[in-house]
């Protein structure tokens, strides 16, 4: 099985900061790598796709990166709507990763 | 626009079937480019992948669950649905009916998901 971690586990952000989250697998997973945002008592949301793809009708503060087993959620002027738990997904062989909960300070 | 809507019981008994329909609207639960996803969320945690289905009727199964889940489609209902038996409390959880795409060189991902359905799991 491919394990998924994140970090930081959570955060405390001011609106405008630019926030950054790591996500890695325990082995190569290319570019098969999903970002999501989940707000409390929501469905999660699709941020990107294939690392780096901005799905449709995402505002574009958010963009990914990375291939292979390290990959970046980067946030570039964090929005008061922005304060959420992200979670990173891969599909090689279908898992979540633990999320990471972005918060205000 | 897609619309996915889960129903079914929002209490079960400790050993019973957990029995949750998924209704598609706005899209065709046939078309290849798409696969059929069931997730859930226990209290608190994170997301977990139960299994999903491809219109082919292939299916994919979380190995932790997979003695326990099924996953079937209904084409002519648009509907997909779970059955995962033998429950226990640890299967208390919001339990989220999506749709993935698929077909890609880029890999699958889920954009549409229903609102999510409490499951308790309690006698």
């Known amino acids: 099985d491919i394990q998924m971690t994140q970090s930081p586990s959570s955060l405390s952000a001011s609106v405008g900061d630019r926030v950054t989250i790591t996500c890695r697998a325990s082995q190569s997973i290319s570019s098969y790598l999903n970002w999501y945002q989940q707000k409390p008592g929501k469905a999660p949301k699709l941020l990107i796709y294939a690392a780096s793809s901005l799905q449709s009708g995402v505002p574009s503060r958010f963009s990914g990166s990375g291939s292979g087993t390290d990959f970046t959620l980067t946030i570039s002027s964090l929005q008061p709507e922005d304060f959420a738990t992200y979670y990173c997904q891969q599909s090689y062989s279908t898992s979540f990763g633990p999320g990471t909960k972005v918060d205000i300070k | 626009q897609v619309q996915l809507q889960e129903s079914g019981p929002g209490l079960v008994k400790p050993s019973q079937t957990l029995s949750l329909t998924c209704t598609v609207s706005g899209g065709s639960i046939s078309s290849g480019d798409y696969y059929w996803s069931w997730i859930r969320q226990p209290p608190g945690k994170g997301l977990e992948w139960i299994g999903y289905i491809y219109y082919s009727g292939s299916t994919y199964y979380n190995p932790s669950l997979k003695s326990r889940v099924t996953i079937s489609v209904d084409t002519s209902k648009n509907q ?32 549409y998901w229903g609102q999510g359905t409490l499951v308790t799991v309690s006698s």
């Open chain 2, 80 to 111: 997909f649905s779970l059955k995962l038996s033998s429950v226990t409390a640890a299967d208390t959880a919001v339990y989220y009916c999506a749709r993935g795409v698929t077909g890609t060189t880029l890999g699958e991902w889920v954009d």
